[in-house]
């Protein structure tokens, strides 16, 4: 039918099954993996033997090669489909004439999982939108009638599990999954719907769970009468061997030889797994990941340059803020692109010019970039326009498509359904067989992050570590105190910190476009990849000393840290660091009251820590003895507690900030404004009466 690759995506039960007897994957390497060995690298710390990824080339019947891999996956059910519908997406995008036709996600569900996880909902509203489609998705549920120990009348209200497909209007096949031809002839029929009209459909296999939750569990002690059935009930096995003998197809014997001549093969293959030492760790430097590597320590003590050539930053800037003359565009959106011209004129970039160049030169290079999240095409704070819609009519033009026509890498921006834990995951699954493309999903405010926690914690923090798996995703969460309340001020900064451990993620807070510009370029001009969390602005999109000029542009690298170029060092007797939009209100403070004795160092990345810059800013500062860690957030959040523990004996900092509370921020607007004047007035030691 025209397949070239499947990409499958499932749970923990049954998934040894699939390794061993679909994969290919070896009996000693199953084994080994259940001897619970130590890595040959002591720093990758490994997972349980039914979480681990594997891919595999398999000859079909007709000597046709078929690519197979199963995603590395956590213990929460269903984390992993909106993963691997963005491998396939981005398999589709970036493989030369590649089309939905040549590769299919197959995902496996359980029906208590499938009817209970809200994110088996989000992925298949996913299905059809432009931005996410696949071509449809081969999704079977091993119905087992049962989910923990639940039985299936507490475990859902529809009568199906699999009656969230209606949604999209979706094929469902009930097959009995002791009838193993009709299986076969459903998944058959299953996938030619799918290659002719490219749309999900669901197979539901209707069976039982022999042992219970587990191999030791009892579960008559939950399900008796249904255990009682089981017990009594011959396995598919059993059942298929009868229907042949019964047809004359087979020997009276040959089950049972088959079945002993298989134990003998299990046998001797953990008689070799137990002779293994230690287990080998998969490398990096295959197909698209081909001339990268895992990162050093040494890597984060200084960016690379990133800077381009001002005639071609020059040009780009030009094409982006230019559109075609055919068309009529709506008077706010020519009057946006002339200022934008100006401020390239005057050189004095905002935020969303310093942002679009980045994305303007990687495409130029040769880096694709996509772009994803709720309202991303125009910006949550109507500051990005990427996209910008022809006045009445439905037609868009983008401008970063017309860099260079024919020449230039794509450009891709969608917005998103209202979704996070879907879109995140779909995200992450994209950039994995891409490292060569800019992915970046961004929340709608920071503060909606949590609702894609289990990716934040499965997936992007720790992959690395679980799976020797790197992935570049970048993630774009605005966040800053401006009044707005308790839902649209904090991206909760402190649980990210939290995660950071063995150079696992890149978490900034950039106070300038230039060094915004830099850090996303930073991303693909990076012999490794690493994930990105970016702390970005909402009042800084507009505040005029938030601009940078094209020079900043041209030369240089990210800084991860930004000294007082303002201040004399020799004056200094208190020196204030901080990250993100407050600095601006610091700077204005010290401006105003004419301040000559304190520096205000921004510190722009948080993690990796850069200590190393922080002790050169120390030894400038020798008359400082006043160290001062000042943040918007409550002491019990924001980076208070983090910038403790790492400079706690080598730098004698003390915390200015909102004293602890439950909630983020307040829902007051004068509570708000009290708060920060109070902030500010303690930094710099001012009697408020």
């Known amino acids: 039918m025209g397949i070239k690759e499947f990409v499958i995506g499932m749970s923990h039960r049954g998934r040894l099954n699939v390794l061993a007897n679909i994969m290919g994957k070896t009996y000693k390497e199953i084994f080994t993996e259940f001897e619970g060995l130590e890595y040959d690298e002591h720093e990758f710390s490994g997972d349980v033997k039914y979480h681990l990824g594997f891919s595999t080339d398999v000859k079909t019947s007709t000597g046709k090669d078929i690519h197979l891999s199963v995603a590395p996956n956590p213990s929460h059910l269903e984390a992993v489909d909106p993963v691997v519908q963005g491998i396939v997406r981005s398999k589709i995008d970036n493989t030369p004439g590649g089309t939905e036709d040549q590769i299919a996600p197959i995902l496996i569900h359980g029906d208590a999982a499938m009817a209970g996880q809200g994110v088996v909902y989000e992925v ?128 009276a014997n040959l089950a049972r030889e088959m079945e002993k001549s298989f134990r003998e093969m299990l046998q001797n293959s953990l ?53 075609p003359v055919d068309k009529k565009f709506f008077t706010k959106t020519v009057r946006l692109f002339e200022d934008r011209k100006k401020m390239v004129k005057e050189n004095r970039l905002d935020w969303a010019m310093g942002e679009l160049l980045a994305y303007g030169t990687l495409v130029n290079e040769g880096f694709p970039v996509r772009f994803t999240g709720q309202d991303v095409e125009r910006g949550t704070f109507s500051h990005r326009h990427a996209v910008i819609q022809i006045e009445d009519s439905d037609e868009q033009f983008t401008p970063m498509n017309h860099i260079a026509v024919g020449k230039q890498a794509p450009f891709r921006i969608f917005n998103s359904l209202l979704s996070e834990y879907a879109v995140l995951g779909f995200e992450y699954g994209y950039a994995l067989p891409s490292p060569n493309s800019l992915v970046i999903w961004e929340a709608q405010f920071g503060d909606f992050n949590n609702g894609a926690q289990i990716i934040i914690d499965q997936y992007i923090s720790s992959a690395e570590d679980k799976w ?11 966040h800053g105190y401006e009044g707005q309340g ?117 510190l722009e990345q948080l993690y990796p820590f850069p200590i190393e810059k922080l002790m050169e800013v120390n030894a400038k500062y020798k008359n400082a003895k006043d160290w001062v860690w000042l943040q918007e957030e409550p002491v019990n959040m924001g980076a208070w507690s983090y910038i403790l523990r790492l400079t706690n004996g080598i730098l004698p900092f003390r915390v200015i900030s909102r004293k602890e509370s439950a909630s983020p921020a307040t829902g007051s607007y004068k509570a708000h404004e009290r708060e920060q004047k109070e902030l500010i007035a303690e930094a710099f030691n001012i009697n408020q009466k």
């Open 124 to 251: 298949i509203q996913m299905s059809l939108l432009r931005g996410y489609r696949t071509g449809g998705t081969i999704h079977m549920v091993v119905n087992n009638q049962i989910g923990f120990t639940t039985n299936y009348t507490d475990g859902r209200s529809s009568t199906y599990c699999t009656d969230v497909a209606k949604v999209t209007l979706s094929p469902v096949f009930h097959v009995n999954g002791d009838d193993v031809e009709a299986l076969v002839y459903t998944i058959q029929l299953a996938m030619e719907f799918r290659q002719k009209f490219h749309r999900d459909v669901f197979i539901d296999i209707l069976g039982y769970r022999k042992y219970g939750h587990n191999e030791g569990d009892e579960p008559r002690f939950t399900q008796p009468l249904l255990y009682k059935a089981i017990a009594a009930h011959k396995n598919s096995r059993e059942i298929y061997n009868d229907k042949l003998l019964l047809q004359g197809e087979v020997e």
């Open 486 to 602: 308790a839902e649209h001020s904090s991206a909760r900064i402190e649980r990210y910190l939290n995660l950071c451990a063995e150079n696992n993620l890149q978490i900034l807070n950039c106070t300038t476009p230039a060094n915004f510009f830099h850090a996303l370029r930073r991303q693909i001009h990076r012999p490794f990849r690493k994930p990105l969390v970016i702390f970005t602005p909402k009042s800084l999109l507009r505040h005029p000393r938030c601009v940078s000029s094209m020079d900043e542009l041209s030369k240089g690298r990210f800084n991860e840290v930004i000294d007082d170029n303002s201040a004399d060092a020799a004056k200094v007797t208190r020196v204030i660091a901080c990250s993100g939009k407050v600095y601006y209100d610091l700077l204005e403070q010290k401006e105003k009251d004419q301040i000559n004795n304190v520096a205000l160092i921004r």
């Open 271 to 323: 008689d070799v797994a137990k002779l293994v030492k230690n287990k080998a760790v998969s490398l990096f430097g295959e197909g698209s990941w081909k001339g990268l590597r895992l990162s050093t320590a040494k890597d984060f003590l200084q960016s690379p340059e990133t800077g381009v050539e001002m005639k071609t930053l020059s040009a780009i800037a030009d094409k982006i803020t230019s559109f």
């Open 468 to 478: 020797n798996r790197m992935n570049g995703l970048v993630m774009l969460l605005p």
